[in-house]
């Protein structure tokens, strides 16, 4: 049950095997070895595995009992509403993300909860679709494709931001849809100071 339900959770948080072996520090082929059955997971790495997939130790192992509520959950078509944590700052160092500035919680109708947050927007660069002090529901994954909206850190110690990514030959773009504001375009090296924290799935005026 492990293998397949570590595939499933590792596809459904937008991790590769390679980007999610870099987060935890070992092989690809170990990632590999664990999705065939080949190998486990220490139990050390297995809570990490767990904590990153946001789920439980219990649920990675598909030892988690379904509670007979579960199927009430999705109604027409959509999901009960969950609690997401809301945050003001995302910032990069290390290599990691960190989430700072803690505004409570706000309701979404997700299917993993654990998978996602909100961000207070601030500024004006991506007026006029989204204002300052918006709220942007992001789902936490390490890859974009190009014209997703997505949260982005550049540098190791900067600020998140939110704004259009733009695939244009070998560089990215961070597109603002404010035209007062430049596009930032990113080449080479460059890239490896960017940090993706999610895609945004939604944004809503909060004040």
């Not at 059955?37 to 595995?49: E, F, K, M, Q, V």
Request: glycine residues 10%; proline residues 6%.
């Amino acid at each position: 049950m492990f293998p397949q339900r570590l595939k499933e959770l590792r596809k459904r948080s937008g991790f590769s095997q390679k980007s999610l072996s870099v987060q935890l520090g070992v092989s690809q082929q170990a990632v590999g070895k664990w999705e065939t059955g080949r190998s486990s997971p220490d139990p050390d790495t297995l809570a990490r595995l767990a904590a990153l997939l946001g789920t439980s130790i219990d649920d990675l192992m598909g030892l988690a009992s379904v509670a007979p509520a579960a199927a009430a959950q999705r109604f027409f078509g959509g999901y009960e509403e969950s609690p997401i944590p809301v945050v003001g700052t995302v910032r990069a160092g290390f290599g990691a993300l960190a989430f700072e500035e803690d505004y409570g919680v706000e309701y979404a109708r997700v299917k993993d909860p654990a998978s996602y947050f909100y961000l207070v927007v601030k500024g004006d660069s991506m007026e006029p679709r989204i204002s300052d002090g918006d709220l942007a529901l992001v789902h936490r994954q390490p890859t974009l494709e190009n014209g997703d909206l997505g949260v982005m850190v550049y540098g190791d110690e900067g600020e998140g931001t939110l704004k259009k990514y733009v695939l244009r030959g070998n560089a990215v773009v961070l597109q603002p849809f404010n035209p007062a504001y430049e596009p930032k375009v990113l080449r080479g090296e460059e890239l490896d100071k960017l940090f993706i924290a999610g895609k945004v799935v939604e944004t809503k005026a909060k004040w």
